[in-house]
C-alpha cells in the first residue's frame, strides 16, 4: 500500500534536508504548508490508533496498520 506513516517520515525529512541546504534551500512557507498537512496525519493516526484500542484489529484502515502479524492485545496471549 502506497502513503504510509513511513512515507510520512521520509517526506518529513526531505523537508528538514531541503531546509538544510545552504545552497538551494527550501521555502519557509512551503516547509511550513508540509509541516500542516503531517500534523493532520499525524492527529488521524492518533485517532485510528484509539480505534483499534476499542474496536480490536478489525479496526485496521490500511493507513499505519499493515498486512504484518498482528500482535496480541495488552493483557492476552497469543
Partial sequence: MKNQMVDL???LFATLEG????EDPM??????AVTDVAQTLINSA?????LVKVIGPEADSGFITSDKPQLPALGQSK
Fill in 27 to 32: 521555502e519557509l512557507e512551503r516547509a511550513k
Fill in 46 to 50: 492518533k485517532v485510528e490508533v484509539d
Fill in 9 to 11: 517520515r521520509n517526506h
Fill in 19 to 22: 531546509l538544510m541546504d545552504k
